[in-house]
Each structure stands twice: as structure tokens, then as C-alpha cells.
């Protein structure tokens, strides 16, 4: 592993009164104004810039008009589930009369909409078809509820393909022609600018001229959580809105769900980071989609009953432990078919297939192994009907979804289906094919990377002098966010001396440790360490990467560091 210092630009921009240590990290991450600092709603980008907003608002005010119904069909992942939510929350808020969700399960209709879901869609005789975080790939599933009479509003922001579908309405800022400036919203954030736009036509037209106007804002919590745990890019534009999520979470205006599920992980909701979004809410979340139905973590996040939130929220910890389990079966099993692979003979582009895996996990699994051998890695399980179903992540500089179109254009036939973002992908192909797609696969990675972009590097923002390990700047490191994907919490590194070391639970190895200097003795804590080189009684200095945190234990709070990496000195 490498650590290099993040780059910083020539000239450091003026970001008002901020510490210079926090103008420098803002400035690493690309802030080139004071008022991308600003995190105020009135700062988000304005929905008139969405290409297909007003056809789609069109549509929505006339099934509010004529009182139709309406059928959302989402995802079955974290932003899946909350944009199903925040879509139904929503337009009730708004007025509409009938509003329900169907969201495919996994293992029986696979992703987005199918013609297959068309007909289960059918047997609630909507009116208007919803998509949410799905659809802009769903060509024969737009044209199957056309033909059975649906209108269609599709609302996603995955990438397109060759083929729009032809819907009455695309909501999508990735689709061609759409300016709107931010292409990071999640799916998620796409229905709720959908619905911003949807209330302020309902508003121009005198809805709320006797009435209180519905506050929208009460979904925030959602759209943050499901943009968090969706990993899009934390631009200016999702920092406003997830901070606003967090600052309701924070506040005890939660949904219920959202409450029990911290409740049941132990988690404080009034001192909740981004990262617990990510780390802690997000896993629980999706365990359902992942092993059973993601209904069930619709309807936590959907109830007012906080009794029924919590028996809800306690078996999706539960399913959250079962996808543990089973994710470190996969590993062993991943880890056992590479182990006699030397690392300068293994391939550029990681392709893993066991008969036995679990299909909701292999995304899991990529992202373990991806961050282990630092290479694009795509694992499979068997889908059934001799198809294979693959989920791939990758690493920074490899945009693992257009590297797919590529395969796919230069070996037609080989990939029956595919579609993900710049960092994640899925895809579907025969099983006899995929020895062929494997050594594609590699070639185009090839193609792409250079050995030395898969050897793994951390970007550090320096080292922090002794006077810095103080909980005012942890404190205030840890709310200066929302940190998230492209926009990354502040990683520091140093030399220190190690004082005290054991493993706690199976691989994590708690330390105290000394600066440089031997003024300053700090706690931290290292997740997941090899037990093979760790606890190692022989080490005096050490190296580390580490994020300065705050620990609360029995009310007291005290400055720990986060080990994001150590190697002896």
C-alpha cells in the first residue's frame, strides 16, 4: 500500500473565516468558492433543468386531477427502497389518492422492468407506471405496460443505452440531452426533485390557496440515506442534500424506521455521521433486497408506527448477521481459489464464479476482493436457467460500466445484458461464456490500467502537528462534511510509537500509541487486520493512514484514530 498526499490546487481559494486546515481540505476535494460550502436547500440546483421534468410533472398533475392509480416500481437496493418510499411518501403528501409500490424480488425478476413485472404490475390495474432508480434500460418493459394501456413516467439516473424506452414522460440527468449541471443525483434524489417540481406546478395552479402546503422537506432523511448508501458522488449539489437529511435525523425528526434501525445498531441518532448512513443504516437496508425482499425494508421506512418499526427494523439486523455470515463463507472461498495464483501472474480484471454463491451478495463479495487485490473484480452466481449473474466494482480510472459496452461491442452475443455506473456494474451472461468474457474482460482492463494503477494507494492530507490531536477538531472535522464518495473524510498519516496492542472481536486490533515526540498518547483502533502479521509484540514504530474521530464511552468523549492502514516501521 502507498500513501501519496492528496493534490492540492497552486493557489488556495478564499472559503471565508475557515481554519486553514479546513480550507486545505476542501480545497483538495475540489471547493473553489465559499457558497459550495453553503448547505442550504435554497443552494440546490433548480429542477427546471431537468430534461423531462415538465412532461413528467404533466402527467403527475392529471393522475392527481382524476384521482388515478398509481404504481411505483423500484429497485431492490438501499436507493431503491428509499426512492420507492420517499415516491409514495411523496405523492400522498401531494394529494394523490392511490399510490402503491411493487418491487421485482431478486431471484424471480431480477433488475428493473420487465415485461415479466409488467404482468405482475397488471394485477393492481394501475394507471400511471412509476419507475424509480430503474427504467432507462427497460426498453421491452416500457413497451410491454404501453401496449397494456399504462402510462409510463421513468425516473432513474443510471446510464443509458443505445435505446431509450419509449415512456411518456424520462426524468434521468445522465439521459442525452438533459443539462441539468449535477449527473451524480441518485435515484433517490431524481424522484424528489420529481416531486419539488410536482408541488410547486400543484402550487402555480392554487392547490395550497386553503390548504398548508405539504412539506417535502420531511422526506430529507430519506434521500440522504438512499444517496449515501447508493455511493453516488457527493457533489455540491447531493452535500446539500444529504447534510439536510442528516440535520433531521440528528434533530429526532426521523422517519420511524429510520429511528428504530439506529436503535436496534445502537447507534446515537443526535451525533449520526455520513458515514453511519453508508456503514450502518445502508447494510441493514439492504440485507433485505439482498437475501429475502426488499418489501420488508420498504415497509419499515414507510410506517408511523414506531412498534412496528422496530420489530421490523430487528429482523433486518438479524438478515443484516445472515449476510455477514454468508459474505465470509464467499470470501474463504474466493481467497482459496486465488491463494496459489501469484499476484504478478493474476489477471488485470478480477472474474470470479462459484455455483454455490449467494446472488445477493456477489456485489459484496466484488467490493472485498476489489479492495483486497486493488483490481477492477466482477463475482458471479449461478442465475438459473444456465445464466450467471455477475456484480462488479471497480477501482479509481476504470469506468467499469462503459469498459462493459466495450466487451460487449467487440464480442457480440457474449453478454446478454448489462448496464451500472462508472464504479459498479451489473451484468448477465450464459454460463458456458464466461471463460470468454473473463479473458475479455482482462484484455480491456488491460488495455486501460498499467500495473502500477492496481498496486492500491491512499491520498493523504498530511500529517497533523502534536497541538492538533484535540477533540474540538475531530468534532469539527466530523460535521465539516457530508464526506462520501468523491468527496472523501480526511485521511492523515504519521509515524508513531506503539504502546499497547491486543485483537478485539476476531480481527480488530485496538492499539494505544505515542506521537513522534512521546507528548501526546492517542487510542485507535484498526478494522479488520491480517492475524497473520497482527498483534505483533516484536513492533516498537509503526506507520499509519488514520481519520482523527471522536469515542464516546459512558458519556465521556476522547480523540481516537481510525486505522485505515498500519505496517510496522
Not at 429511528?259 to 439492504?286: M, Q, W
Request: proline share 6%.
Amino acid at each position: 500500500m502507498r500513501i501519496d498526499p492528496r493534490p492540492l490546487p497552486a493557489v488556495l481559494p478564499f472559503l471565508g473565516e475557515l481554519p486553514p486546515l479546513l480550507t486545505r481540505l476542501y480545497a483538495a476535494r475540489g471547493v473553489q468558492s465559499e457558497a459550495e460550502l453553503d448547505k442550504s436547500l435554497a443552494r440546490l440546483i433548480p429542477y427546471q433543468q431537468l430534461k423531462g421534468i415538465d412532461a413528467a410533472v404533466d402527467l403527475l398533475v392529471t393522475a392527481l386531477e382524476q384521482r388515478q392509480r398509481i404504481l411505483i416500481v423500484g429497485d431492490f437496493d438501499a436507493d431503491g427502497a428509499t426512492a420507492s418510499t420517499v415516491g409514495t411518501l411523496g405523492l400522498r403528501l401531494l394529494g394523490a389518492a392511490h399510490v402503491d409500490y411493487l418491487v421485482p424480488n431478486r431471484f424471480e425478476y431480477g433488475y428493473g422492468l420487465t415485461p415479466e413485472i409488467v404482468a405482475v404490475a397488471l394485477q393492481r390495474a394501475p394507471q400511471l407506471l412509476i419507475t424509480v432508480d430503474n427504467g432507462i434500460s427497460s426498453v421491452e418493459g416500457v413497451a410491454a405496460a404501453k401496449a397494456a394501456g399504462l402510462q409510463v413516467l421513468v425516473t432513474d439516473h443510471h446510464l443509458p443505452g443505445d435505446e431509450l424506452p419509449a415512456a411518456d414522460a424520462i426524468v434521468n440527468p445522465n439521459q442525452p440531452g438533459c443539462e441539468f449541471p449535477s449527473k451524480a443525483l441518485a435515484g433517490v434524489g431524481v424522484i424528489f426533485y420529481v416531486l419539488m417540481a410536482l408541488r410547486a406546478r400543484l402550487r402555480s395552479l392554487g392547490w395550497y390557496d386553503n390548504t398548508p402546503q405539504p412539506n417535502i422537506g420531511e422526506l430529507l432523511d430519506l434521500v440522504a440515506l438512499g444517496s449515501v448508501a447508493d455511493v453516488v458522488p457527493l457533489d455540491a449539489n447531493n452535500r446539500i442534500l444529504v447534510h439536510q437529511g442528516l440535520e433531521r435525523i440528528r434533530a429526532g425528526r426521523a422517519r420511524p424506521g429510520i429511528k428504530a434501525i439506529l436503535e436496534v445498531a445502537k447507534r446515537d441518532a443526535a451525533r449520526i455521521t455520513s458515514t453511519d448512513l453508508g456503514f450502518i443504516l445502508g447494510p441493514r437496508l439492504n440485507a433485505a433486497g439482498r437475501l429475502d425482499d426488499m418489501s420488508l425494508g420498504i415497509e419499515c421506512l414507510l410506517t408511523t408506527d414506531f412498534a412496528a418499526a422496530r420489530e421490523m427494523a430487528a429482523q433486518l439486523d438479524g438478515m443484516n448477521q445472515d449476510r455477514k455470515s454468508i459474505e465470509q463463507g464467499m470470501q474463504r472461498e474466493a481467497l482459496a481459489q486465488l491463494k496459489d495464483l501469484p499476484v504478478e501472474s493474476m489477471p488485470y480484471g478480477l472474474c470470479l464464479f462459484d455455483p454455490e454463491w449467494h446472488q445477493g451478495v456477489i456485489g459484496i463479495l466484488a467490493s472485498r476482493m476489489k479492495e483486497r487485490y486493488f483490481r477492477p473484480t466482477i463475482a458471479f452466481a449461478d442465475a438459473g436457467d444456465g445464466l450467471l449473474k455477475g456484480s462488479g466494482r471497480s477501482v479509481q480510472g476504470f469506468h467499469i460500466r462503459d469498459a462493459l459496452a466495450v466487451v460487449a461491442s467487440q464480442h457480440p452475443n457474449l453478454i446478454t445484458k448489462y448496464g451500472g455506473h462508472a464504479m459498479a456494474a451489473g451484468l448477465t451472461l450464459p454460463e458456458e461464456n464466461f471463460p470468454l468474457f473473463a479473458e475479455a474482460f482482462d484484455a480491456e482492463v488491460r488495455r486501460q490500467l498499467r500495473e502500477e494503477d492496481l498496486t492500491g494507494r491512499l491520498l493523504s492530507d498530511g500529517t497533523l502537528a502534536v497541538e492538533e490531536f484535540h477533540l474540538e477538531l475531530a468534532r469539527a472535522l466530523r460535521h465539516a462534511g457530508p464526506w462520501g464518495q468523491h468527496f472523501p473524510e480526511p485521511l492523515f498519516h504519521g509515524v508513531f510509537q506503539l504502546v499497547e496492542q491486543r485483537v478485539v472481536g476476531e480481527r480488530h486490533l485496538k492499539v494505544v500509541l505515542k506521537s513522534e515526540c512521546g507528548s501526546v498518547k492517542l487510542d485507535g483502533i484498526a478494522f479488520g487486520v491480517d492475524r497473520e502479521v497482527w498483534p505483533n509484540p516484536t513492533v516498537r514504530w509503526v506507520e499509519l493512514a488514520y481519520k482523527l474521530d471522536v469515542n464516546e464511552f459512558r458519556g465521556n468523549e476522547t480523540v481516537q484514530l481510525m486505522i485505515a492502514h498500519i505496517e510496522p516501521r
